[in-house]
């Protein structure tokens, strides 16, 4: 059974995400949930918050790891032993972005197949950004993210850090 690598910028994890990473669990050996420590964009939440909150959510699913990156996915992959990567599809415009990012990511390393799961009902609008925004209007987020990190972000826009 394949080693998978499901990345993402998990700023923060949504149910979305956490469905998804049930659902590879299932599908393959092992899968490690790689956050990525984006240079360019500026997370709401550090790399350490990140990895912590995506741990303290999947430590109940055994052949689950955590684990950060920092440069290209490929070479991380291959560091890691992988080919295949894990991702989530929501929508028509999620496509496009995966369309094109397996594209580079084949032409960079042949080897390498994503594997793209369809985001299920509840979870289909669900995004980290429109999480934040919902969050910093005052709305409720409890149905997209799971209870503690509703907190964690609640108090991360108040700014204070809970851990
Ligand atoms: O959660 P996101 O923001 O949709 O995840 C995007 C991610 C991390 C998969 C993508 O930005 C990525 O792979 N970044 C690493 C840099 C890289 O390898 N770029 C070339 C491939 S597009």
């Not at 360019?40 to 909150?53: I, T």
């Not at 430590?59 to 295949?84: C, M, Q, T």
């Amino acid at each position: 059974m394949p080693l998978a690598i499901y990345p993402g910028s998990f700023d923060p994890l949504t149910k979305g995400h956490l469905d998804l990473i049930n659902r590879g669990s299932r599908l393959f050996g092992r899968i490690i949930v790689a956050v990525l420590v984006n240079a360019d964009k500026a997370p709401l939440f550090s790399v350490d918050e990140r990895l912590e909150m995506v741990r303290h959510a999947t430590g109940n699913i055994a052949n689950v790891e955590v684990d950060s990156f920092s440069g290209l996915l490929v070479h991380y992959a291959a560091r890691k032993g992988a080919n295949v990567l894990l991702r989530g599809l929501r929508t028509i415009s999620d496509y496009e972005i995966e369309r094109e990012m397996d594209a580079i990511n084949r032409r960079l390393r042949p080897e390498i197949e994503t594997v793209c799961l369809m985001a299920t009902e509840p979870y289909l609008h669900v995004s980290s950004r429109r999480v934040k925004e919902i969050a910093a209007l005052g709305g409720d987020v409890s149905s997209f993210i799971p209870d503690f990190i509703s907190e964690r972000l609640r108090a991360k826009l108040q700014g204070k850090d809970l851990i």
